[in-house]
């Protein structure tokens, strides 16, 4: 499966923006999808993900303040970020797996498909 994330852009402290993560080349539905983000010098984050029946997580940091949901008519995974604050500000990564379980859902090591990250910036 292909995925193509979008909906990055630059914000500021308070606002909100709309992620998109759009899949091709498989069957949606069997998927669980997360978003992961990454700043400079960190290491690769669970932020929120949704699996192939529907039941969502949220990681401690966001949770509030961003949803994740999914529309299989049309093949794609959104985040609705809110509230948005400067730690925030990071390259957010799609990412797909037909076989993770839910104990290694927040594990960046269990996805094979990855999208091609989008950049969110939060000004202060």
């Known amino acids: 499966v292909q995925l193509q994330a979008s909906g990055g852009g630059l914000v500021q402290s308070g606002g909100s923006l709309r992620l998109s993560c759009a899949a091709s080349?498989?069957?949606?539905?069997?998927?669980?999808v997360s978003w992961f983000r990454q700043a400079p010098g960190k290491e690769r984050a669970f932020v929120a993900g949704?699996?192939?029946?529907?039941?969502?997580y949220t990681a401690d940091s966001v949770k509030g303040r961003f949803t994740i949901s999914r529309d299989n008519s049309k093949n794609t995974v959104y985040l609705q970020m809110n509230s948005l604050r400067p730690e925030d500000t990071a390259v957010y990564y799609c990412?797909?797996?037909?076989?993770?379980?839910?104990?290694?859902?927040?594990?960046?090591?269990?996805?094979?498909?990855w999208g091609q990250g989008t950049q969110v910036t939060v000004s202060s």
């Open positions: 949704v699996r192939y029946n529907g039941h969502t």
């Open positions: 990412a797909a797996s037909s076989s993770v379980i839910l104990s290694n859902l927040q594990s960046h090591a269990a996805y094979a498909y």
């Open positions: 080349g498989g069957t949606f539905s069997r998927y669980s």
